[in-house]
T-cell receptor, first 116, second 111 residues
């Protein structure tokens, strides 16, 4: 079974621009979560989607948004980029809610975003 | 406190055992996880333990859980240079769907 895939792997943007990152979950997985990883703040939860609905959201400004499609693929968007948005953005997929074992998250390789 | 805590660095000699420690926050957390991150890569799930277990062994990996002290450890037997990476513990807290991660422990294996 293929793992979680993320595109693009690397991205360079300038302040004020917007960016869209894509995530394809493991086949059969219906829940997708996004995390931001920075040296200063570590791994922080952005949001989670299941059945095209946002189930949970972390403490990030409204510039960060996401969506999920009917095939469970997900995108996240960051508008009006700031220097501090430079990070590794990780996507994780799981089977979905229910028994906790179904919620074990498997991560993709990440998209490394550099904002200049 | 609110944070999942780990030591930042650990160095061991090749062939020795490594023990990475973690203190988590929610005594009712259902599952606790260990992930490995190699340079430039995402997180690889190594193992997890259900909260009603004290120990789980999976080949070279042994996880110990002390619920009373909210302490989790990962022991890697016969540590190899390929084990050099950052190791994260994570907890799934009651009522939350997301994972809460520790700061990560950078393991360096000296040949």
């Amino acid at each position: 079974k293929a793992g979680v895939t993320q595109t693009p792997r690397y991205l360079i943007k300038t302040r004020g621009q917007q960016v869209t990152l894509s995530c394809s979950p493991i086949s059969g997985h219906r829940s997708v979560s996004w995390y931001q990883q920075t040296p200063g703040q570590g791994l922080q939860f952005l949001f989670e989607y299941f059945s095209e609905t946002q189930r949970n959201k972390g403490n990030f400004p409204g510039r960060f948004s996401g969506r999920q499609f009917s095939n469970s693929r997900s995108e996240m968007n960051v508008s009006t980029l700031e220097l501090g948005d430079s990070a590794l953005y990780l996507c994780a997929s799981s089977l979905g809610p229910g028994r906790t074992s179904r919620e074990t998250q498997y991560f993709g390789p990440g998209t490394r975003l550099l904002v200049l | 406190g609110e944070d999942v805590e780990q030591s930042l660095f650990l160095s061991v000699r090749e062939g020795d055992s490594s023990v990475i420690n973690c203190t988590y926050t929610d005594s009712s957390s259902t599952y606790l996880y260990w992930y490995k991150q190699e340079p430039g890569a995402g997180l690889q799930l190594l193992t997890y333990i259900f909260s009603n277990m004290d120990m789980k062994q999976d080949q070279r990996l042994t996880v110990l859980l002390n619920k009373k002290d909210k302490h989790l450890s990962l022991r890697i037997a016969d540590t190899q240079t390929g084990d050099s990476a950052i190791y994260f513990c994570a907890e799934k807290r009651t009522g939350a769907n997301n994972l809460f991660f520790g700061t990560g422990t950078r393991l360096t294996v000296i040949p």
